[in-house]
């Protein structure tokens, strides 16, 4: 019994054209002003064939054969299927996307994009990674390159003849950037030479492309200490020709892979940089804020991983309920004519399945709502509204980050669970999801990085400026509807964590002033807080576009499917932040003050 896939077009479309008008909002950018619904639609139709048909296929083997290192050659060799899969990815020109069409791009906007990546995601994301990490690359070299570096690199970046990634770990150094020990020795001729070790690098070597472009950070011999002293570096496995051709090997090479508890499709791995010329990107000691186009883009995309795992393991867990027969219903037997139910009669089975379902769709939402704010960001022609979507999308990014990731881990456990025994079993898939999906959460920060940044840095930093500003977009969202009966069930109580969560991030910005470490102490759990703030929002927000669409007279199950998902977050999922807010009143000093605890 193999994993299946079935694309959620369905809810995409309701998702993008009904709850926000997407293609309305993307009409007033210049750069979309031509796209049209047809347009939307056939592209995910086909993404949704090609994850599907092509890409899915991989993900069993992938997990089985992992990827093989030549020590003798440095070179990696990808599980089967992999090449092929990727040789059609880019013969469709599925890279050249949302790129720019100076260079090559089909220029459609990001959040079509991000959606065509999540059915990538449930498909294989050990596989995605590759694509995803290159067109990372791209937005860096795109935002910060110089107008030579670009016309060498985005090109092919943007037909996927060359891959990227993003060098920032080193064996002594995570998070912590600041500690890099990478360096750049200034050359004659303007280039640079780099000389470190670098690990965990994801799709850091492999057989899919002629060529892979590093993204480096290392530090100049002048560099003062600390993340101040960063710079950011292109480095190609092989170096250019002037006329843009692959020249001799620059020594950077593979000297190891992790042998890790998923993504085993992945090739994950250490490279030696042994004096590989490298060109300057952007301004020297400024590295870090140029890298973080990459890394913020990143952590929307692990947000979309996390999603596409969720996804696929609610479906298949889904379908395995109905099938699976299991003791007698409580209130009496449903299926008669068979010797037991299908265990989708039972509740707990049925809290697993609704709670997959309601983390799948409200991270649909909320992924595609940040999608729109980026595009927004990006191309608006009025500033003002540019700004506006931009510290929007600033506030909520870790929250997509690490709300989606936390929630997908537990989805997939939960649906694992659906499946019993079966489900620890290598056959069904389903523990390979598991174990693809933990990464997640450790990726582009870990998740209490992420909380550190969304109430150090997004909430305090600015006094609280963007989530007053998110907090006035939901209220007034919901002023629209609050003479509407049906929909206090949904209002109360996101008006009543709306107005707690005010409160609390006041209390908090007053602990702190006298302690510090208050805003460690309080970040996960603030962050679980402002994620159902963000999700309560958005189910509201379906809810109500569902039950325009039953008052119209359809009678379409799906938008009762949605509603019902709806009322099953708010009873069962909401519910959280009240332990939430039960841990943030607790005084700091039981988590801080226990020295001999932690002896």
Same mark, same amino acid.
């Given at each position: 019994?193999?994993?299946?896939?079935?694309?959620?077009?369905?809810?995409?479309?309701?998702?993008?054209?009904?709850?926000?008008?997407?293609?309305?909002? @993307?009409?007033?950018? &210049?750069?979309?002003?031509?796209?049209?619904?047809? *347009?939307?639609?056939?592209?995910?139709?086909?993404?949704?064939?090609?994850?599907?048909?092509?890409?899915? +296929?991989?993900?069993?083997?992938?997990?089985?054969?992992?990827?093989?290192?030549?020590? $003798?050659?440095?070179?990696?060799? *990808?599980?089967?299927?992999?090449?092929?899969?990727?040789?059609?990815?880019?013969?469709?020109?599925? &890279?050249?996307?949302?790129?720019? /069409?100076?260079?090559?791009?089909?220029?459609? &906007?990001?959040? %079509?994009?991000?959606?065509?990546?999540?059915?990538?995601?449930?498909?294989?994301?050990?596989?995605?990674?590759?694509?995803?990490?290159?067109?990372?690359?791209?937005?860096?070299?795109? $935002?910060?390159?110089?107008?030579? %570096?670009?016309?060498?690199? @985005?090109?092919?970046? *943007?037909?996927?003849?060359?891959?990227?990634?993003?060098?920032?770990?080193? +064996?002594?150094?995570?998070?912590?950037?600041?500690?890099?020990?990478?360096?750049?020795?200034?050359?004659?001729?303007?280039?640079?030479?780099?000389?470190?070790?670098?690990?965990?690098?994801?799709?850091?070597?492999?057989?899919?492309?002629?060529?892979?472009?590093?993204?480096? %950070?290392?530090?100049? /011999?002048?560099?003062?200490?600390?993340?101040?002293?960063?710079?950011?570096?292109?480095?190609?496995?092989?170096?250019?020709?002037?006329?843009?051709?692959?020249?001799?090997?620059?020594?950077?090479?593979?000297?190891?892979?992790?042998?890790?508890?998923?993504?085993?499709?992945?090739?994950?791995?250490?490279?030696?940089?042994?004096?590989?010329?490298?060109?300057?990107?952007?301004? /020297?000691?400024?590295?870090?804020?140029?890298?973080?186009?990459?890394?913020?883009?990143?952590?929307?995309?692990?947000?979309?991983?996390?999603?596409?795992?969720?996804?696929?393991?609610?479906?298949?867990?889904?379908?395995?309920?109905?099938?699976?027969?299991?003791?007698?219903?409580?209130?009496?037997?449903?299926?008669?004519?068979?010797?037991?139910?299908?265990?989708?009669?039972?509740?707990?089975?049925?809290?697993?399945?609704?709670?997959?379902?309601?983390?799948?769709?409200?991270?649909?939402?909320?992924?595609?709502?940040?999608?729109? %704010?980026?595009?927004?960001?990006?191309?608006?022609?009025?500033?003002?509204?540019?700004?506006?979507?931009?510290?929007? #999308?600033?506030?909520?990014?870790?929250?997509?980050?690490?709300?989606?990731?936390?929630?997908?881990?537990?989805?997939?456990?939960?649906?694992?669970?659906?499946?019993?025994?079966?489900?620890?079993?290598?056959?069904?898939?389903?523990?390979?999801?598991?174990?693809?999906?933990?990464?997640?959460?450790?990726?582009?920060?870990?998740?209490?990085?992420?909380?550190?940044?969304?109430?150090?840095?997004?909430?305090?930093?600015?006094?609280?400026?963007?989530?007053?500003?998110?907090?006035?977009?939901?209220?007034?969202?919901?002023?629209?509807?609050?003479?509407?009966?049906?929909?206090?069930?949904?209002?109360?109580?996101?008006?009543?964590?709306?107005?707690?969560?005010?409160? #609390?991030?006041?209390?908090? $910005?007053?602990?702190?002033?006298?302690?510090?470490?208050?805003?460690?102490?309080?970040?996960?759990?603030?962050?679980?807080?402002?994620?159902?703030?963000?999700?309560?929002?958005?189910? $509201?927000?379906?809810?109500?576009?569902?039950?325009?669409?039953?008052?119209?007279?359809?009678?379409?199950?799906?938008?009762?499917?949605?509603?019902?998902?709806?009322?099953?977050?708010?009873?069962?999922?909401? &519910?959280?932040?009240?332990?939430?807010?039960?841990?943030?009143?607790?005084?700091?000093?039981?988590?801080?003050?226990?020295?001999?605890?932690?002896?």
């Amino acid at each position: 019994m193999a994993l299946s896939y079935i694309p959620p077009i369905r809810d995409m479309q309701f998702v993008l054209h009904e709850m926000y008008g997407a293609v309305d909002a @993307l009409a007033q950018l &210049p750069p979309y002003a031509e796209l049209d619904r047809d *347009t939307f639609n056939a592209v995910l139709e086909e993404a949704g064939k090609f994850a599907a048909e092509v890409v899915a +296929p991989t993900n069993a083997v992938g997990d089985l054969q992992g990827c093989t290192l030549d020590v $003798a050659s440095h070179s990696v060799k *990808t599980p089967d299927g992999f090449k092929e899969a990727y040789r059609q990815y880019i013969e469709a020109g599925w &890279p050249a996307l949302a790129a720019d /069409p100076a260079y090559g791009g089909q220029g459609l &906007p990001f959040v %079509l994009n991000q959606s065509c990546y999540e059915m990538l995601n449930s498909a294989n994301q050990a596989w995605t990674m590759y694509p995803g990490l290159s067109h990372g690359a791209y937005e860096a070299l795109h $935002a910060h390159g110089s107008d030579a %570096l670009k016309q060498r690199y @985005l090109p092919k970046l *943007t037909s996927g003849e060359w891959t990227g990634t993003m060098c920032l770990t080193e +064996p002594h150094c995570g998070t912590d950037l600041g500690l890099l020990r990478t360096k750049a020795e200034p050359q004659a001729d303007g280039s640079y030479r780099i000389t470190g070790n670098k690990i965990f690098i994801s799709a850091g070597e492999h057989d899919l492309a002629e060529n892979i472009v590093h993204l480096v %950070l290392a530090r100049l /011999p002048d560099a003062p200490a600390g993340s101040k002293g960063i710079s950011l570096f292109v480095v190609s496995k092989f170096r250019l020709n002037d006329d843009g051709s692959l020249g001799e090997r620059n020594p950077v090479f593979c000297t190891g892979l992790e042998h890790k508890m998923g993504i085993h499709g992945n090739a994950t791995a250490q490279l030696a940089f042994d004096g590989a010329i490298g060109h300057l990107v952007g301004e /020297p000691h400024r590295g870090l804020a140029a890298m973080f186009v990459m890394m913020n883009g990143a952590r929307l995309g692990v947000g979309n991983q996390s999603l596409g795992l969720t996804e696929i393991a609610f479906q298949n867990a889904l379908a395995y309920a109905k099938e699976r027969l299991q003791m007698r219903s409580l209130s009496g037997p449903k299926a008669p004519e068979q010797p037991a139910d299908p265990i989708i009669v039972h509740p707990d089975v049925r809290h697993q399945l609704l709670a997959a379902k309601a983390w799948a769709e409200g991270g649909r939402m909320l992924g595609s709502y940040c999608g729109l %704010l980026l595009d927004q960001a990006r191309s608006h022609p009025d500033e003002a509204a540019r700004v506006a979507a931009a510290a929007q #999308l600033a506030l909520l990014t870790p929250v997509v980050k690490a709300f989606l990731t936390d929630n997908g881990l537990a989805a997939t456990i939960g649906c694992q669970q659906v499946f019993g025994g079966h489900g620890y079993i290598h056959e069904t898939g389903m523990e390979q999801l598991v174990r693809d999906a933990r990464i997640n959460l450790i990726y582009e920060g870990t998740n209490a990085v992420q909380a550190l940044d969304l109430l150090g840095r997004k909430v305090m930093g600015d006094q609280g400026k963007a989530l007053t500003q998110f907090g006035k977009t939901i209220a007034g969202w919901a002023a629209d509807y609050a003479r509407e009966p049906k929909m206090a069930e949904f209002l109360l109580p996101l008006q009543d964590l709306g107005e707690r969560l005010t409160e #609390l991030t006041q209390a908090i $910005a007053a602990k702190a002033q006298r302690n510090p470490e208050e805003i460690g102490v309080a970040a996960v759990d603030y962050l679980r807080v402002v994620g159902h703030l963000s999700f309560g929002w958005l189910w $509201a927000r379906a809810a109500q576009v569902a039950q325009a669409a039953i008052a119209a007279g359809s009678t379409d199950p799906f938008y009762s499917a949605k509603l019902e998902t709806a009322r099953f977050y708010f009873a069962r999922l909401l &519910p959280e932040v009240e332990t939430a807010f039960r841990r943030l009143q607790a005084n700091s000093a039981s988590l801080m003050k226990t020295s001999h605890a932690l002896a």
